[in-house]
């Protein structure tokens, strides 16, 4: 008995029933319509990691826009480093520049928040997100697996004569990035997000936290 409790201690995390399991499909833009009647487009990305369940959208006030982010980040060099644990969208209104509500979906339990990273402004025009990328560490390659670790996302006036700048988060080092989304029409932003997120598993079981986003886009 004595051998076989050392055997499960020295075991590596990630051997430890580490398996993808089955989720259910993201929510379609209809369920999304609901809160936000002027969504027209949903914009995700590939290759992005694959572990925990998809949360609940949450959308910027009505009238407002995104207009950067925040990412709770668990800093790199702990025991089981999960990375990034959550984004949250800084919604800004389109009419009069005020602040809104941040609009946020599941979030893991470890790390501090960081930002905000905001779009700049054009001139005398705001800039909001249309377009993003996540930093991804793929499954399988090392023991601790982080899953996502950083941020970037593409900034455009509405009326999309300013070009596109980007922005990128203070997150850690590990993996890459995937290709960057499909960006919002012309006359539209980011207006709603929606994190898939793993649960805490326990001790002696690799954590990853958040593995995958979706944003949604709305007219202006």
Not at 109 to 126: A, D, F, H, K, L
Request: glycine share 8%.
């Amino acid at each position: 008995m004595e051998a076989f409790l050392f055997f499960l201690f020295v075991l590596p995390a990630t051997e430890l029933a580490k398996v993808p399991t089955l989720h259910e499909a993201p929510p379609t833009i209809e369920s999304l319509k609901a809160n936000r009647a002027n969504v027209i487009q949903i914009i995700s990305v590939s290759n992005a990691g694959s572990w925990g369940d998809w949360g609940l959208w949450d959308n910027c006030p009505q009238g407002s826009y995104a207009n950067g982010f925040r990412i709770k980040v668990e800093p790199e060099n702990v025991l089981d480093e999960t990375s990034v644990n959550s984004i949250c969208l800084e919604c800004v209104y389109a009419d009069s520049g005020q602040i809104a509500n941040r609009a946020c979906s599941s979030e893991g339990p470890w790390g501090q928040w960081r930002g905000p990273y905001n779009c700049p402004m054009i001139g005398y025009s705001r800039s909001y997100i249309v377009g993003f990328s996540l930093k991804n560490q793929k499954e399988g390659l090392i023991r601790d697996e982080t899953a996502i670790n950083n941020m970037q996302a593409l900034c455009r006036t509405f009326d999309g004569t300013s070009g596109i700048t980007m922005i990128e988060g203070n997150g850690n080092t590990h993996g890459t990035y995937t290709a960057f989304s499909s960006t919002c029409p012309t006359g539209s932003a980011v207006c709603a997000i929606m994190t898939r997120v793993e649960p805490d598993r326990g001790n002696l079981i690799d954590d990853t936290a958040l593995n995958d986003a979706q944003l949604a886009c709305c007219t202006l």
